[in-house]
Protein backbone atom coordinates (compact mmCIF):
# COMPACT_ATOMS: atom_id res chain seq x y z
CA UNK A 1 0.00 0.00 0.00
CA UNK A 2 2.55 2.28 0.33
CA UNK A 3 3.66 2.27 -2.89
CA UNK A 4 0.12 3.39 -3.87
CA UNK A 5 0.40 6.64 -1.37
CA UNK A 6 4.04 7.38 -2.68
CA UNK A 7 2.91 6.94 -6.46
CA UNK A 8 -0.23 9.38 -5.69
CA UNK A 9 2.50 11.93 -3.78
CA UNK A 10 4.75 11.77 -6.87
CA UNK A 11 1.21 12.41 -9.31
CA UNK A 12 0.16 15.18 -6.76
CA UNK A 13 3.45 16.92 -6.59
CA UNK A 14 3.91 16.86 -10.80
CA UNK A 15 0.76 18.05 -11.09
CA UNK A 16 1.84 21.12 -9.11
CA UNK A 17 4.83 21.66 -10.86
CA UNK A 18 2.68 21.56 -14.26
CA UNK A 19 -0.03 24.16 -12.48
CA UNK A 20 3.20 26.52 -11.50
CA UNK A 21 4.57 26.47 -14.95
CA UNK A 22 1.71 27.22 -16.88
CA UNK A 23 0.66 29.93 -13.91
CA UNK A 24 4.29 31.58 -14.73
CA UNK A 25 3.51 30.85 -18.65
CA UNK A 26 0.34 32.79 -18.20
CA UNK A 27 2.19 35.59 -16.38
CA UNK A 28 4.57 35.47 -18.90
CA UNK A 29 2.03 35.80 -21.38
CA UNK A 30 0.17 38.86 -19.86
CA UNK A 31 4.14 41.10 -20.27
CA UNK A 32 3.97 39.80 -23.85
CA UNK A 33 0.70 41.51 -24.50
CA UNK A 34 1.43 44.16 -22.78
CA UNK A 35 5.32 44.80 -24.82
CA UNK A 36 2.93 44.59 -27.77
CA UNK A 37 1.17 47.46 -27.13
CA UNK A 38 4.21 49.40 -28.73
CA UNK A 39 4.31 47.62 -32.23
CA UNK A 40 2.47 49.30 -35.37
CA UNK A 41 -1.50 48.16 -35.44
CA UNK A 42 -1.47 45.64 -37.74
CA UNK A 43 1.75 43.85 -36.06
CA UNK A 44 -0.29 44.17 -32.83
CA UNK A 45 -3.21 43.01 -33.90
CA UNK A 46 -1.92 39.64 -34.69
CA UNK A 47 0.26 39.11 -31.92
CA UNK A 48 -2.45 40.12 -28.95
CA UNK A 49 -4.69 37.30 -31.32
CA UNK A 50 -1.91 35.12 -31.02
CA UNK A 51 -1.24 35.89 -27.56
CA UNK A 52 -5.35 35.47 -26.84
CA UNK A 53 -5.38 32.15 -28.07
CA UNK A 54 -1.96 30.89 -25.81
CA UNK A 55 -3.96 32.22 -22.87
CA UNK A 56 -6.83 30.56 -23.76
CA UNK A 57 -5.22 27.67 -23.63
CA UNK A 58 -3.21 27.70 -20.86
CA UNK A 59 -6.61 28.57 -18.60
CA UNK A 60 -7.92 25.46 -20.02
CA UNK A 61 -4.85 23.32 -19.03
CA UNK A 62 -4.73 25.16 -15.75
CA UNK A 63 -8.56 23.97 -15.51
CA UNK A 64 -7.69 20.93 -16.01
CA UNK A 65 -5.13 20.48 -13.75
CA UNK A 66 -7.47 22.02 -11.25
CA UNK A 67 -10.45 19.98 -11.53
CA UNK A 68 -7.92 16.46 -11.40
CA UNK A 69 -6.28 17.57 -8.23
CA UNK A 70 -9.66 17.66 -6.77
Not at 14 to 35: P, T
Amino acid sequence: MTHGRERHSDLRQMAESQLSELQNMRVLLEEARGLSRNLAYHRRARLESTIGEALDEVDQHIEQLRAARS
